[in-house]
């Protein structure tokens, strides 16, 4: 089956335009928390600049994190490179969670392995790094991804369609250690049993597919390649998607996705016997600046809190931890742990606004909206419904917001992590509702800005530095 699958979507199906493929502020360590933020509401704006000095940029043994659309991606000057509205962002994310939960669903996390189910959305697919590839490498810009495994470049000669991309599509051909993996093999078996699409051509060469949604896909040959990461830092031998037949109409011409989620496939377990699956990132804080990703456990920040990696989502590609409780303007709500250990929390670094259980959402928002009256309100916008029109006020003053994990460890946000905003006029609480109590709660990025976010799995441990990044 699998076969004549793969055989058809290569050698057949190469309509070039056809969706055909149709697979199914800091941490504070005193008692007493700040109540309020102030902000200018001319800071809020969108910035055209690129920080020049930020740690990302000045460090060379980091790997940079830019958003596609801020100016540090030298892609908003690209016609090609579209905008999407605050509206169409907040859709894809909104594709993003639901994915997410109806992957995580409680039946499946008993009965069946969870990558047997649809695949995960790639959301806004706002960050990315850029990877060499071959030798002599290749520089390639990949979302990077917390929660799927697979990392796929396009490549030529792009048997079947590549899309646009920001850089020269890779080509193994001119790489001396690019190598194909046969079929059968056991590394090509792998990818039947981590959940993905496996297939074998007439010239015995391994094929893949994965499939984040109906029009975002990669399909083509496994292989192995010597990846750069920094120029001192690389790695022989990562075994990777050679794209034949590739959509990514979010990715924003990048080329492709670097998979840092848990299974086999995922860097972060092929380079275990290097960095012992530690891994940190740093989102940065402003649009106008660049974050770092970064490799092993040496130089974290003498700052840093861990939080213990929750036991629930273990045999999945998703980090879970433990969240206790929400604080609101200095003050937590005490909220019934229950209402957390229901649906479990993962975090993620794709998705983007906080999903909570609906009855925490209903106090963090009654007790924001209590603090919040001397502003007017403005209406609902896509998901978010707790808006403020900003218009009459050149400084906007909110309460804090703070997320208590187990263990004691109190992350308090970003001051640009509270409000999402579409317009000064229309500025929403950037936590959105989950559906069902036993949907999993979902720490977005928007809430990591600022924060060095360390994923130990090896100690079964995530950690949070605030300030960090700069
Ligand atoms: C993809 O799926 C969505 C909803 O599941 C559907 O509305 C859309 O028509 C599908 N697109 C294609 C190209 O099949
Ligand atoms: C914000 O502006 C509105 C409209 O001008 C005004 O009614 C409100 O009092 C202002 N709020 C603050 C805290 O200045």
């Given at each position: 089956?699998?076969?004549?699958?793969?055989?058809?979507l290569?050698?057949?199906?190469?309509?070039?335009?056809?969706?055909?493929?149709q697979?199914?502020?800091?941490?504070i360590?005193?008692?007493?928390?700040?109540?309020?933020?102030?902000l200018?509401?001319?800071?809020?704006?969108?910035?055209?600049?690129?920080?020049?000095?930020?740690?990302?940029?000045?460090?060379?043994?980091?790997?940079?994190?830019v958003?596609?659309?801020?100016?540090?991606?030298?892609?908003?000057?690209?016609?090609?490179?579209?905008?999407?509205?605050?509206?169409?962002?907040?859709?894809?994310d909104?594709?993003?969670?639901?994915?997410?939960?109806?992957?995580?669903s409680?039946n499946?996390?008993?009965?069946?392995?969870?990558?047997?189910?649809p695949?995960?959305?790639?959301?806004?697919?706002?960050?990315?790094?850029?990877i060499?590839?071959?030798?002599?490498?290749?520089?390639?810009?990949?979302?990077?991804?917390?929660?799927?495994?697979?990392?796929?470049?396009?490549c030529?000669?792009?048997?079947?369609?590549?899309?646009?991309?920001?850089?020269?599509?890779?080509?193994?051909?001119?790489?001396s250690?690019?190598?194909?993996?046969r079929?059968?093999?056991?590394?090509?078996?792998?990818?039947?049993?981590?959940?993905?699409?496996?297939?074998c051509?007439?010239k015995?060469?391994?094929i893949?597919?994965?499939?984040y949604?109906?029009?975002?896909?990669?399909?083509?040959?496994?292989?192995?390649?010597t990846?750069?990461?920094?120029?001192?830092?690389?790695?022989?031998?990562?075994?990777?998607?050679c794209?034949?037949?590739?959509r990514?109409?979010?990715?924003?011409?990048?080329?492709?996705?670097?998979?840092?989620?848990?299974?086999?496939?995922?860097?972060?377990?092929?380079?275990?016997?290097?960095?012992?699956?530690?891994?940190?990132?740093?989102?940065?804080?402003s649009?106008?600046?660049?974050?770092?990703?970064?490799f092993?456990?040496?130089?974290l920040?003498?700052?840093?809190?861990?939080?213990?990696?929750?036991?629930?989502?273990?045999?999945t590609?998703?980090?879970?931890?433990?969240?206790?409780?929400?604080?609101?303007?200095?003050?937590?709500?005490?909220?019934?742990?229950?209402?957390?250990?229901?649906?479990?929390t993962?975090?993620?670094?794709?998705?983007?606004?906080?999903?909570?259980?609906?009855a925490?959402?209903?106090?963090?928002?009654?007790?924001?909206?209590?603090?919040?009256?001397?502003?007017?309100?403005?209406?609902?916008?896509?998901?978010l419904?707790t808006c403020?029109?900003?218009?009459?006020n050149?400084?906007?003053?909110?309460?804090?917001?703070?997320?208590?994990?187990?263990?004691?460890?109190?992350?308090?946000?970003?001051?640009?992590?509270?409000?999402?905003?579409?317009?000064?006029?229309?500025?929403?609480?950037?936590?959105?509702?989950?559906?069902e109590?036993?949907?999993?709660?979902i720490?977005?990025?928007?809430?990591?800005?600022g924060?060095?976010?360390?994923?130990?799995e090896?100690?079964?441990?995530?950690?949070?530095?605030?300030?960090?990044?700069?």
């Amino acid at each position: 089956m699998a076969i004549s699958f793969f055989f058809f979507l290569l050698l057949l199906c190469s309509s070039k335009n056809s969706y055909g493929f149709q697979p199914k502020t800091t941490i504070i360590e005193t008692k007493d928390l700040p109540r309020v933020h102030t902000l200018q509401t001319t800071s809020l704006l969108p910035s055209t600049v690129c920080k020049s000095s930020s740690k990302a940029i000045s460090e060379k043994s980091l790997i940079k994190i830019v958003n596609k659309h801020g100016p540090c991606s030298g892609l908003s000057q690209d016609k090609a490179n579209i905008v999407p509205s605050h509206a169409e962002i907040l859709r894809q994310d909104q594709a993003r969670a639901d994915s997410i939960h109806s992957m995580l669903s409680s039946n499946s996390l008993e009965k069946t392995s969870l990558q047997d189910k649809p695949g995960i959305s790639i959301g806004t697919g706002k960050y990315q790094v850029g990877i060499g590839f071959g030798l002599p490498n290749t520089k390639l810009s990949l979302v990077f991804d917390t929660a799927s495994q697979l990392t796929w470049t396009q490549c030529q000669p792009c048997s079947v369609y590549c899309y646009d991309q920001k850089e020269p599509i890779f080509n193994p051909l001119k790489s001396s250690s690019y190598v194909g993996i046969r079929c059968p093999s056991a590394t090509c078996n792998r990818i039947s049993s981590e959940g993905m699409q496996k297939g074998c051509s007439t010239k015995s060469a391994c094929i893949y597919g994965v499939t984040y949604t109906n029009t975002t896909f990669s399909v083509g040959f496994l292989a192995q390649e010597t990846i750069s990461l920094t120029s001192s830092d690389v790695f022989q031998g990562f075994v990777f998607g050679c794209g034949q037949r590739n959509r990514f109409p979010n990715g924003g011409r990048a080329a492709g996705v670097l998979g840092l989620g848990r299974g086999w496939f995922s860097i972060i377990s092929q380079t275990s016997n290097k960095y012992h699956k530690v891994f940190s990132y740093c989102l940065p804080s402003s649009e106008a600046s660049a974050g770092y990703l970064k490799f092993g456990d040496g130089n974290l920040p003498s700052s840093i809190k861990f939080t213990p990696m929750s036991k629930l989502f273990e045999g999945t590609n998703y980090y879970g931890l433990d969240i206790v409780d929400i604080g609101v303007g200095g003050e937590r709500l005490s909220i019934d742990r229950s209402v957390f250990s229901s649906s479990g929390t993962v975090i993620d670094s794709a998705s983007l606004i906080t999903r909570l259980p609906p009855a925490a959402y209903s106090r963090v928002r009654r007790s924001f909206v209590a603090k919040m009256t001397n502003y007017p309100t403005a209406p609902k916008f896509e998901n978010l419904g707790t808006c403020y029109d900003f218009s009459g006020n050149s400084t906007v003053e909110m309460p804090t917001i703070t997320l208590y994990f187990d263990g004691g460890v109190e992350m308090p946000i970003d001051a640009r992590g509270i409000l999402y905003f579409n317009k000064i006029s229309q500025a929403c609480l950037a936590f959105a509702k989950n559906n069902e109590d036993d949907d999993v709660m979902i720490v977005g990025n928007f809430q990591q800005k600022g924060y060095e976010v360390v994923y130990d799995e090896a100690n079964g441990r995530v950690g949070f530095a605030a300030g960090a990044c700069s």
